[in-house]
T-cell receptor
Framework: QQQVKQSPQSLIVQKGGISIINCAYENTAFDYFPWYQQFPGKGPALLIA?????SEKKEGRFTISFNKSAKQFSLHIMDSQPGDSATYFC?????????????FGTGTQLKVEL | DAGITQSPRHKVTETGTPVTLRCHQTENHRYMYWYRQDPGHGLRLIHY???????DKGEVSDGYSVSRSKTEDFLLTLESATSSQTSVYFCAISESVSGGYTFGSGTRLTVV
């Protein structure tokens, strides 16, 4: 059972364009929604995160939009650059006694072309 | 990755042999996790730890065991490796119960 569904699987964007990656979750107990960026041969790195008390969070060119009623959240990369080419994972977790166990989406391979 | 080291980085092993992967942290973080990454599946939780000697199963724990005898070390053991366990394994640490993870650089394991 996949609790976090991510789309698209791959994405090609022209330099300067907007990259949009979408995720949907099922568990209403989730209350923390991070995005991770992974370059080949490296571990995922935290990019940006949001909690459900806000509908949007922006950090530089990266923005998370969150829709609690639809149980969806998305990552927008403005002015996409070739250096943004990487795999992006959305994730979600809820507080439990055993720590915030993140459930990840299946990933989106982003390629930004010149 | 600063503060978290995985070893080995690469390993090839034969079916049926035991394998132990090590995760070492210098951040004194309470929470540690083992994930495997496979194409089309993203990252899936194998086991996690919320303190010394406190561990629990994740969604894909069959065939794996873990141990945490010290805060800084979290070991993942494949008791009898199978080809389906060929994967990239990532360790992650978390300081708090509600924060982000820091991942290690991964171990690429091939079972032949």
């Amino acid at each position: 059972q996949q609790q976090v569904k991510q789309s698209p699987q791959s994405l090609i964007v022209q330099k300067g364009g907007i990259s949009i990656i979408n995720c949907a979750y099922e568990n209403t107990a989730f209350d923390y929604f991070p995005w991770y960026q992974q370059f080949p041969g490296k571990g995922p790195a935290l990019l940006i995160a949001i909690r459900p008390d806000v509908s949007e969070k922006k950090e530089g060119r990266f923005t998370i939009s969150f829709n609690k009623s639809a149980k969806q959240f998305s990552l927008h990369i403005m002015d996409s650059q070739p250096g943004d080419s990487a795999t992006y994972f959305c994730a979600a977790s809820g507080l439990t006694g055993g720590g915030n166990k993140l459930t990840f989406g299946t990933g989106t391979q982003l390629k930004v072309e010149l | 990755d600063a503060g978290i080291t995985q070893s080995p980085r690469h390993k090839v092993t034969e079916t049926g042999t035991p394998v132990t992967l090590r995760c070492h942290q210098t951040e004194n973080h309470r929470y540690m996790y083992w994930y495997r990454q496979d194409p089309g599946h993203g990252l899936r939780l194998i086991h996690y730890s919320y303190g010394v000697k406190d561990t629990d199963k994740g969604e894909v724990s069959d065939g794996y065991s873990v141990s945490r005898s010290k805060t800084e070390d979290f070991l993942l053991t494949l008791e009898s490796a199978t080809s389906s366990q060929t994967s990239v394994y990532f360790c992650a640490i978390s300081e708090s119960v509600s924060g982000g993870y820091t991942f290690g650089s991964g171990t690429r394991l091939t079972v032949v």
